[in-house]
């Protein structure tokens, strides 16, 4: 018999997290799942702690691409659960978070995914000081809109979706190096309204080895997930499409002009002037980073 959850685990050369992730995930409420770890080309001494950590999982040993999204696709290609779960090799689920959320989903029909509010912590366990006055914003049903202007706040490890869902989405687009989540989520999003558990019931781990980061790559593939919703139907979502990529627009010109010069920022900018300039508050801050000092 299948699982209820299958559990997405990709992972890379992070020995010192493993331990506690992978016992948050043995200890949760909800025992009907498997767990699938993508091991993407670490040694032999991670993957010899991997079979110890977790000797009832499926591991998968893939050669090292340094590819998020590839690694997790391969470990959904072989998920057998009517949902998937996910969660990085450096976060932690509290006991109750797929419990939780298998509730929620029952609860609405319609919602064939779900996510989670969270709290961020760093490498010690800490909860970090700027959650006392971070704002994290309930979003449900259709967030498309919320998720393109910055409201939904969503994070990997406090996401499931149902499997049949993510395969209709296409999985994790495996031609982006970042923002390959964020990308899935959209296309979640369009497709299917979501279900919230408003609690943070899981912990995302900030750290040096994070991928999250403000170099050109991020915003090069944001701008290519937001551009593939650029042309949808709704007319609400593409004006927000049409705002978020303006203003990813402006924030990689100034990181460009910090980087590269002002040349660089204002050819960017020029690049960008096709569809951001139905965006009024675009040009101020363009021609801010055109012509500013420094």
Known sequence: MNPAVS????THERPQFLAATIASIYAQTCTDHE????????????????????????????????NPGAASNAALRAARGRYVA??????LWKSDKLAWQLAELARDARCRWCYTAFE????????????????????RGDIACALADGRASLRTPGVIAERSLLEEAGGFDE?????????????????SPVALVDA??????????????????????REASLRKFA???????????????????????????????????????????????????????????????G
């Open 7 to 10: 559990i997405v685990l990709p």
């Open 35 to 66: 767990l699938i770890i993508a091991d993407d080309g670490s040694g032999e001494e991670t993957r010899a702690l991997l079979r110890r950590l977790a000797p009832r999982a499926q591991l998968l040993l893939l050669e090292h691409r340094g």
């Open 86 to 91: 996910f969660i990085d090799s450096d976060d």
């Open 120 to 139: 961020r912590i760093d490498e010690h366990d800490r909860v970090l000081a700027a959650e006392a006055t971070r704002v994290f914003i309930p979003c």
């Open 175 to 191: 031609t982006l190096r970042s923002c390959e989540d964020y990308d899935l989520w959209m296309r979640l999003a369009v497709l």
């Open 200 to 221: 943070p019931v899981v912990r995302v781990r900030l750290n040096d080895a994070s991928h999250s980061n403000h170099s050109p790559q991020l915003f090069q593939d």
């Open 231 to 293: 042309t949808c139907r709704d007319a609400r979502l593409r004006a927000a499409i049409r705002n978020a990529r303006a203003r990813n627009s402006l924030q990689a010109a100034a990181r460009l002009r910090a980087k590269a010069g002002r040349a660089a920022a204002l050819r960017h900018l020029g690049n960008a002037m096709s569809f951001a300039w139905r965006t009024p508050s675009w040009w101020p801050r363009a021609l801010w980073t055109s012509l500013g000092s």
